[in-house]
């Protein structure tokens, strides 16, 4: 847990260091600041939900993925 918890943080210094699409689009920024953080609950969370957790945490991936790619599209 710590080390997802870790790696989504390094994941997002690393994105934070790219400043102009920061600057740029602060409403991604903050949209996928947020979704980090909801898959590091999610990842922290008791295992046994019914499948239900994990299928939220695959969801929230693909909507990191996606506003990824909406902010590389919008630097295009």
Do not use: W
């Amino acid at each position: 847990m710590k080390i997802s918890m870790t790696l989504a943080a390094a994941a997002l210094t690393v994105f934070m260091c790219s400043g102009e699409a920061l600057a740029a689009q602060p409403h991604m920024h903050n949209a996928l600041t947020a979704l980090m953080r909801a898959r590091a609950e999610l990842v922290a969370a008791r295992p046994d939900k019914g499948g239900h957790r994990v299928a939220a945490i695959r969801a929230v991936d693909a909507a990191i993925r996606q506003t990824k790619a909406g902010i590389a599209y919008a630097n295009d």
